[in-house]
C-alpha cells in the first residue's frame, strides 16, 4: 500500500537518475519516493531503457532498419566484442540501419527536406522566426477568436488519430474544473516516423508558441512535455527555444514549464499511456470515458496534442484558419511526410494534405529499384501495393483503400522484398511493444508472431495460418487501445495485396 505523501511522479525520474534498474535501485527510489518497492520494479521493468540499463548499443530492427542489413550490423558489432541489442525503433530511419550508444553521441542525423516554401504551415527548412505574434494576437483577440481560427482551419491531430483540434481545445476549455494541463506529445516511437524530430531541431519556436497558445486559450497553469527518451538533443532544444523566448519576454510567469523523458516503450504514444507515464506509473492506456478534456493528468482537464499538430496552431493565427484549410488539397492544411525504406533520398516532405504517393516519390529522387508496396503510416497502418500509388494520402482516401495516414511514416518496399518477411517484421514490433494490459493484444500478437514463423519454417504451408482471421478479429473487437485494434494489419494487408506470397489463389486479374 502506497503511504500518504508518496512521490509517485518522481519514480521514473529517480530511477533514470539512478541509472535504470540495477542492483538495489528499486529500494532506494522506493526510500526516496515512499513508493512501495515492488511497485517501482514493476514500473521499471515497463520500460526499455530502465529495464535493461547495460543492453550496450540498440541496434533498431524497424522494417526501414532491416531492409538495410540492421541484421549485419548487430553482428558486426559482436564480433568486435562489444555488446549489441535489437530495439524496436529510435526513430531515425532515414539513416537506416540505425544505431543508437547511450554513451556516445547522443545527436540526431540531418535528413532531406522539402525546399523551404512560405505557403507551407511549417516549413522546415525556413527560418525559426521569434516573433510570436500568434501569441500576441491570441492575447489581445481573446481564447473565442482562437478558437474560432482553429476551427475554420479544419486542422486534425497529426499524430495519428487525425481528430479534430478545435473539438479537444473547447472540450478542456469547457470544463467547470479550473485546474488544467496543456502536454506535448513528442514520445514519437511510430516505426518510420522521424518528422517530430525534425520539427523540435528545426522549427522549436513553432512549438513553443503553439503551446503558449493553447495554455493562454484553456487558461492552463503548466505545460508539460514529454519528449522521447532517445532524443536527447530534441530536448535540450526545446528547453533552450522556451529560455530563449522567456530571456526575450514572449512568455509571461506562467504557464510553467516541464520537460520529462520518454523511457522506450512505444504505447507512451498513446495519449492516456502517456498520462500514467507522467504519474509515473506503467504505460497503459486507460478505459475511455471518461476522456482526458475532462479527467487527464492528475484527474484534471488536459488537452494532449502531437508536436506536428501543435506546431501548426502560430500558422493559423498568423495567416488565418481559412487559409490554411485552403492550403490543403483534398483536406486541409499542409502535412509533414517521413519516407524511408527504398527511396534516393530518405526524409521529411511538406505538402498539401492529399499529395499523392508518387509525388512524394518524385520528391524524395524516386524508388531504388523498383516499386513494390509501401507502409503509407508507420507500422500500424499495414501495406499497400504500388498499384495504389494514385491514392491521395490523407485521411479519409487511405481509409477507403484499406489502410490509414496515421503518422504519416511512410516506408518504401522494392521488389526484392519478402512480404511474409516484412509482415513478420512488423508483428514482432507489435509483440514487443504490447503493454500486455488485455489478452486480445497481448495474446494476439504473440500468436500472430508465431504463425508467422511456422508459415516461414514450415515450408509456407498456408494451413498455418488458416486461423489468424479469427485471431485479428478478436483483437479488433476487443483491445483496449488502438495498438491492438492495428497490429494484425501488416498481415491481413500483406496477404489481401500479395496472396500467392502467403499461399492463397490471386484473384482474377490480380
Known sequence: MQRKGAQREKVLEVLDEKGGLRDGVAA?????????????????????????????????????????????????????????????????????????????????????????????????????????????SAVERGAEWALDELEASGLSGRGGAGFPAHVKWRGVRGQPETERYVVLNADEGEPGTFKDREVILRRPHLVVEGLAVAAHVLEAGDVYCYVRGEFGQVRRVLEAAVEEAKARGDLGETPRWHFVDGHGAYICGEETALLESLEGKRGMPRLRPPYPVEKGFRGKPTLIQN???????????????????????????????????????????????????????????????????????????????????DVAMDFKSLQEAGSMLGSAGIVVLNDTVDMVEAALTQAVFFEEESCGQCAPCRIGTQMLRQALERYLGHGRDPKVLSWVDDVTWGMAEASICGLGQAAFLPLTTARRHFPEEFGLPTSPGG
Open 28 to 136: 532506494e527510489v522506493h526510500r526516496s519516493t515512499g513508493v512501495p518497492e515492488a511497485d517501482v520494479y514493476g514500473v521499471a521493468t515497463f520500460y526499455h531503457l530502465l529495464s535493461d540499463p547495460d543492453a550496450g548499443v540498440r541496434v533498431c530492427q524497424g522494417l526501414s532498419c532491416k531492409l538495410a542489413g540492421c541484421d549485419d550490423v548487430k553482428a558486426e558489432i559482436e564480433a568486435r566484442d562489444g555488446k549489441a541489442t535489437f530495439v524496436s525503433c529510435l526513430g531515425r530511419c532515414d539513416v537506416a540501419p540505425a544505431i543508437w550508444d547511450p554513451d556516445g553521441d547522443p545527436s540526431t542525423p540531418a535528413t532531406h527536406l522539402s525546399p523551404s516554401d512560405p505557403s507551407f504551415a511549417i516549413d522546415l527548412a525556413g527560418v525559426d522566426a521569434l516573433s510570436y505574434d500568434a501569441l500576441a
Open 307 to 389: 508536436v506536428e499538430t501543435i506546431a501548426c496552431v502560430p500558422d493559423i493565427l498568423k495567416r488565418g484558419g481559412q487559409r490554411f484549410r485552403d492550403s490543403g488539397r483534398t483536406q486541409p492544411g499542409t502535412k509533414l511526410y517521413c519516407l524511408s525504406g527504398h527511396v534516393e533520398r530518405p526524409g521529411v516532405y511538406e505538402a498539401p494534405m492529399g499529395v499523392t504517393m508518387g509525388e512524394l516519390l518524385e520528391m524524395a529522387g524516386g524508388v531504388v529499384g523498383a516499386l513494390k508496396a509501401f507502409s503509407p503510416g508507420g507500422a500500424s497502418s499495414g501495406f499497400l501495393p504500388a498499384s495504389a500509388v
